[in-house]
């Protein structure tokens, strides 16, 4: 814009180049306007391409995998993880067997057609590979569940008949950052005339080309649609009729006997680093599941301990009640039931910053309100003033008990990583979506009310 104007003012100075400076000025605002629309386009980001798996990379993963459980074991007793590591000597054995290839992609994109030519196909191998069809749904809340669903997948052959969607794009890269082996099948080519045919072949190698070659995106029709033959007989009279061209799958069938012939080590070592990475999050899991077991009681310990005081002696600011209810012995019993070395200045140092949080996002006022609101429905209004801070204190006590697991969680093993209040906020919002739904929360001021009175009510 700023050269615009600048070409105007020149423009009124030179008037001998009037039609020069006319031209200069379209072409700066089609420039102008090309750049703003580019800008404007939603930019991908792709996730790099992983480098390539090598047997030193998968034994690797092996001793690690042996590792962590062993960890894990030491920790949450070592018969909790018997057919954990049972598997591991299964995955490191790797037996001879078929590999598993499925094809996949949205409904209707001809795949049992592929399937069927396929599965007819000779496979010159000891183990012929196993065929698998699987539909892609356009998942509304997550990839996870779809993607789970090939996990077992020695190669996958993703068959779309046009431009890969954006999801399916997603989909693709997240399956080759876990070294799955993909094809890109771009089927019913009968459908486009040539030039279409070759505009789309082109857009998808592009789509792709950060980690998939140009060879791995082949163009197939697995039931071509009848054609319309018309023949001209010697009487001069013409004869029409419908006839089906054959299937075109050759280079397809190509690329996969080539594949199997040069690559099934190194799709077996896939399946192999794959079947490590499962393990670890299942043993992940566990650890999980029995820290968490042994969370709850200790947050509750604090709840009450929050609750009571605040039941007492009331404060004068919601801000107040926040730094009550989060304390700092709380965080260093928490971390050191996850194993993170942490002194009391950081304890108190991630305490401080919990309270900031539930106070930016509004969630100390917000719970506060809402607990008003349900009490306003109960027979306690005799001691609403402390009731409400009892029980807010209490809340928040939960909140900020059950962020810390969900942060703790997600921490390495026997770290002392330095705190990351964006992943500790985000922590925050998560635990805080899932128990503002109304029946927990009227649940928990029901079972928390009971408590607090029997805290307070002095001993027989
Ligand atoms: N024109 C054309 N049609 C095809 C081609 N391949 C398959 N079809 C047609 O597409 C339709 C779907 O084929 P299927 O093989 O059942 O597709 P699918 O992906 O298994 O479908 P779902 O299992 O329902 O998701 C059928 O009517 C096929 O005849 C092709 O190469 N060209
Ligand atoms: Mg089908």
Redesign the pocket.
């Known amino acids: 814009m700023g050269l615009c104007v600048l070409l105007l003012a020149w423009d009124g100075l030179q008037h001998q180049w009037l039609v020069l400076g006319q031209w200069g000025l379209g072409g700066l605002s089609l420039l102008g306007l090309l750049a703003w629309q580019l800008k404007g386009l939603p930019q991908k980001s792709a996730l790099s391409p992983r480098p390539a798996l090598t047997a030193a990379m998968v034994q690797e993963t092996q001793l690690q995998t042996q590792k962590f459980l062993q960890q894990v074991a030491q920790e949450i007793g070592d018969e909790t993880l018997t057919d954990l590591k049972q598997r591991l000597v299964v995955i490191a054995e790797d037996s001879p067997r078929s590999l598993r290839f499925i094809i996949a ?1 949205a ?7 592929l399937l069927s030519l396929l599965t007819a196909q000779a496979w010159l191998l000891d183990y012929p590979p196993q065929w698998y ?1 699987q ?1 892609f749904e356009q998942p509304e809340s997550g990839l996870e569940t779809e993607l789970a669903r090939l996990q077992t997948a020695d190669l996958i052959l993703w068959v779309v008949n046009g431009d890969l969607g954006d999801q399916q794009w997603q989909a693709l890269q997240h399956l080759q950052c876990q070294y799955h082996r993909l094809l890109l099948v771009f ?2 080519q ?2 486009y005339p040539e030039a279409d045919r070759s505009e789309i072949l082109l857009q998808l190698q592009q789509q792709c080309r950060a980690w998939l070659s140009t060879d791995d995106i082949i163009v197939t ?5 009848a054609i319309t033959v018309r023949r001209y007989l010697m009487d001069g009279s013409i004869t029409e009729s419908q006839e089906f061209p054959p299937p075109q799958v050759d280079p397809l069938v190509e690329r996969l006997q080539q594949i199997l012939t040069t690559e099934s080590a190194t799709l077996r070592l896939a399946q192999q680093w794959r079947a490590y990475q499962a393990l670890q999050s299942g043993a992940q899991e566990r650890l999980n599941q029995a820290r968490r077991e042994k969370a709850l009681p200790l947050i509750e310990q604090y709840q009450w301990l929050a609750g009571g005081t605040a039941l007492v002696n009331p404060v004068a600011s919601i801000d107040l009640l926040a730094t009550l209810a989060i304390n700092a012995q709380m965080v260093l019993d928490l971390g050191k039931l996850y194993q993170q070395r942490l002194s009391l200045a950081q304890a108190q140092t991630i305490a401080a910053t919990l309270g900031e949080v539930l106070l930016k996002l509004g969630l100390a006022e917000l719970s506060s309100q809402a607990i008003a609101a349900l009490l306003k429905s109960q027979p306690l209004t005799y001691v609403a003033g402390g009731a409400l801070q009892g029980l807010s204190a209490s809340y928040l006590t939960r909140i900020a008990g059950l962020s810390l697991v969900e942060y703790f969680q997600a921490q390495p093993f026997t770290s002392s990583a330095p705190l990351n209040p964006e992943r500790l906020q985000q922590a925050v919002e998560k635990v805080f979506a899932q128990t503002q739904r109304l029946g927990n929360l009227q649940a928990f001021i029901q079972g928390s009310w009971m408590r607090l009175q029997q805290a307070l009510s002095p001993a027989p």
């Open positions: 992609g409904k209707r994109t001809g795949k049992t057609r069809e539909s089927n019913k009968d459908q029709a697995s039931a071509p649609q």
